[in-house]
């Protein structure tokens, strides 16, 4: 009986609701728009110190850093279990968390601005890169790193399939990227 695999295309709502190409790639926009920050203001700040930042679980870290990635997103543009679904398992450092807190919208749209070098290295290119169970992603000159198991937990609901690369584990699918292999 061989295992039934799948190819990070598409997203998927904690109800199931699949999400079209049009609506992923207006995410991946509108999440840009926001680093570069065109239409929005302010964000609150948390009431965390830093010591409860760094004791933060993975978990609270994603949602703390949605609340705050998606309030500088124009209205309607997206959602935090959007947001959540798209990033979930990459890494957020203390930093990360503390700059996104204190991240001021209209004063953001530098191209490396503290928030964003807080957040990810530069790097050069569009590129993904597999070591290990760990993905790097190269895209806007931010790299991002994700580890698998949390990828496929978030994205889809599923477990990892402890392969990442371009060829599938059972070697029938091939793609022209490295991803995360997640189990159906």
């Known amino acids: 009986m061989s295992k039934a695999y799948f190819r990070p ?3 998927y709502e ?7 190409k049009r609506d992923f790639w207006s995410f991946i926009v509108a999440f840009f728009l926001s680093v570069l920050c065109l239409s929005c203001g302010g964000i609150r ?4 110190s830093d010591e409860e930042i760094s004791q933060l679980t993975y978990p609270e870290r ?10 500088c997103l124009p209205p309607d543009t997206s959602s935090i279990s959007k947001c959540i679904m798209l990033f979930g398992g990459m890494r ?5 968390i503390q700059a996104s807190r204190k991240i001021n919208c209209k004063e953001s749209d530098q191209i490396r601005s503290d928030y964003r070098s807080a957040c ?3 790097c050069t290119g569009d590129w993904y890169q597999c070591d290990g169970d760990v993905r790097y992603d190269c895209f806007q000159q931010d790299l991002m790193v994700f580890d698998c ?3 496929c937990y ?3 609901s599923a477990a990892y399939s402890g392969h990442c690369g371009r060829v599938s584990p059972d070697g029938e699918n091939i793609v022209d990227h490295d991803i995360c292999w997640c189990n159906l």
Request: with cysteine.
């Open 45 to 48: 700040s948390d009431p965390l």
């Open 92 to 96: 957020i450092s203390d930093a990360c």
């Open 9 to 11: 295309l598409g997203l």
């Open 62 to 71: 994603i949602e703390i850093w949605c609340t705050h990635f998606v309030a």
């Open 149 to 151: 198991e949390a990828k």
């Open 154 to 156: 978030y994205s889809y």
């Open 120 to 122: 990810w290295e530069s």
């Open 14 to 20: 904690p109800k199931r609701k699949k999400l079209n």
